[in-house]
């Protein structure tokens, strides 16, 4: 009996033994098993990458095409048309035909408004140096020309006239050495002259501009528009000019008058070089003049022989202090 239960009593032990380690196998993994779970996860995520379905081909070329820069848009090109006119060579563009030299051998010419080219009516328009060195004497422009190009009568010794009625611009150069073309600003576009709005650099140089020029505040002025005129005598700035452009009058030997407004506020160099102004009034309101901006013509050193009128403390006076030039103060 003795040995009978204690054979029980071992085998209940035996159980709960058994018990307890099943239970702990199954709450605390191994490091082995842990890492292989790790592994098959990462692996079914990577397939679940696989088999998930790709856009449609159609979204991958909307993204090309967006990512494609569209080209700019630019006007059309027209190739020039090149023209057989009497007394000319001439040219065909942007509808109209640009008259590029002169080859006749009249003197007195009226350029046409228009002319035909192969059957169709073209609008004129002057090219530069058109008419350079050529030996007229008038020139007469039709009224659809607003532009007088640069050097166009360049170097016409013997120009004598030029009739013109709705230019607006004058190039550069445009009227250089026509010694004989004796004229006012004035009288431009038939005495309507403040149509013209803009005047290019020495336009008017060696020219026969006389009498006085007047400066609107609405005329564009370029370096030297009115530089080396012998026979401008007077000049006048208008009120509501701020600055006077490098070498604007310089070298008029014949300038004896300047009025000045009180809105100018900048002389550039050389603007008045060379004149015969007794005495100049530079206003108050000036607070900067260049370098030789005032000088009587044909002094060496570039000094002024005449009188400067302002008022004590402003850029006149030191101006004058600075080139030796009698001051006389206004206050």
């Not at 029980?8 to 380690?21: D, E, F, G, P, Y």
């Not at 088999?51 to 848009?73: H, R």
């Not at 140096?129 to 010794?157: A, Q, R, Y």
């Not at 370029?222 to 530089?227: A, I, P, T």
Request: aromatic share 8%; glycine share 6%; with cysteine.
């Amino acid at each position: 009996m003795k040995k009978i239960a204690y054979l029980l009593i071992l085998s209940a032990l035996l159980a709960v033994s058994l018990t307890a380690c099943k239970q702990s196998g199954i709450t605390r993994p191994t490091e082995e098993s842990s890492m292989q779970s790790a592994v098959a996860e990462h692996s079914n995520k990577e397939s679940s990458q696989e088999n998930k379905p790709m856009p449609e081909s159609s979204d991958q070329s909307d993204y090309e095409e967006s990512s494609q820069t569209s080209p700019t848009s630019q006007p059309e090109f027209i190739l020039p048309i090149q023209t057989e006119i009497s007394d000319y060579q001439s040219i065909v563009v942007n509808d109209k035909c640009r008259l590029l030299l002169y080859t006749g051998t009249e003197n007195r010419i009226i350029v046409p408004d228009k002319v035909t080219v192969d059957g169709k009516e073209y609008e004129t328009e002057i090219g530069a140096g058109c008419f350079k060195e050529k030996e007229i004497i008038s020139l007469t422009l039709p009224d659809n020309v607003t532009e007088i190009p640069e050097s166009m009568c360049e170097n016409c010794k013997q120009l004598e006239e030029i009739t013109f009625f709705n230019v607006q611009s004058i190039g550069k150069n445009a009227f250089w050495q026509c010694e004989n073309l004796k004229f006012r600003l004035d009288d431009i576009n038939g005495g309507d002259w403040t149509k013209l709005k803009k005047v290019g650099e020495c336009a008017f140089g060696f020219s026969g501009l006389y009498g006085k020029v007047t400066v609107r505040p609405d005329m564009e002025l370029e370096d030297g528009s009115f530089q080396v005129c012998l026979h401008v005598q007077e000049v006048e700035i208008q009120n509501g000019i701020t600055e006077i452009p490098n070498r604007l009058f310089a070298e008029n030997s014949a300038l004896e008058k300047i009025s000045l407004p009180d809105t100018l506020t900048k002389i550039n160099p050389y603007a008045f070089s060379e004149n015969i102004v007794k005495n100049i009034i530079i206003p108050q309101s000036v607070t900067e003049i260049g370098s030789h901006a005032i000088t009587t013509d044909k002094v060496a050193g570039g000094k002024y022989t005449g009188i400067i009128l302002g008022y004590k403390g402003s850029a006149a006076e030191a101006y004058a202090k600075e080139n030796n030039i009698v001051f006389s103060p206004l206050n």
